[in-house]
């Protein structure tokens, strides 16, 4: 069964550190790889999508990167801002699964101004 | 605007009532799902439907129901067997070949 942890569960930086977020998960034969962000109370924002054939995705301040072989994707969001945060998290497709996501707990994120 | 609308976005349960969940999608989507969300934890799958008229259990499904007359809609009743329903119920859609997932804004259920 497909593990997909997150590391840490939370963090806290000061504004306009960059933030490096942690996703693996166990079996690298996974179809795609999506972060989301949560704001308490809310539903999920898709952040981005990585297609299994791709290593990385940018959009603006974000980047994401995966490694299959090592069953890893890392999220970064350049200069923090207090408006970033939220809690993040990630979630894999698999092959079969037929759109089913297997969710990581998540980490949540705390900016300081 | 194209999206997801769930409601309401606050219920709140008595026991041994059942409650039903609403979720509506005009993204043209084949595919909808109900998510479980509990502190602390990842999202947890309650149903899937990939098409009008057919839906799947998920991991936990024990105490739900749902259907899917619409393609457009896929209510999620919590019934009285769902011994601890309080939680935050969450739905998306995909396209048939499953690529990006979209979620709602959320139900939460409290059981009074």
């Known amino acids: 069964k497909q593990e997909v942890t997150q590391i840490p569960a939370a963090l806290s930086v000061p504004e306009g550190e960059n933030l490096v977020l942690n996703c693996s998960f166990t079996?690298?034969?996974?179809?795609?790889l999506q972060w989301f962000r949560q704001d308490p109370g809310k539903g999920l924002t898709s952040l981005l999508l990585i297609q299994s054939s791709q290593r990385e995705q940018t959009s603006g301040r974000l980047n994401a990167s995966l490694d299959k072989s090592s069953g890893r994707s890392t999220l970064y969001i350049a200069a923090s801002q207090p408006g970033d945060s939220a809690t993040y998290l990630c979630a894999v497709f698999r092959p079969g699964s037929w759109g089913k996501l297997q969710f990581g707990a998540g980490t949540q994120v705390v900016v300081t101004p | 605007d194209g999206g997801i609308t769930q409601s309401p976005k606050y219920l709140f349960r008595k026991e041994g009532q059942n409650v039903t969940l609403s979720c509506e999608q005009n993204l043209n989507h084949d595919a909808m799902y109900w998510y479980r969300q509990d502190p602390g934890q990842g999202l947890r799958l309650i149903y899937y439907s990939q098409i009008v008229n057919d839906f799947q259990k998920g991991d936990i499904a024990e105490g739900y129901s749902v259907s899917r007359e619409k393609k457009e809609s896929f209510p999620l009743t919590v019934t009285s067997a769902q011994k601890n329903p309080t939680a935050f119920y969450l739905c998306?859609?995909?396209?048939?070949?499953?690529?990006?997932?979209?979620f709602g804004q959320g139900t939460r259920l409290t059981v009074v």
């Open positions: 998306a859609s995909s396209i048939k070949e499953p690529t990006e997932a979209f």
């Open positions: 079996d690298s034969a996974i179809y795609n």
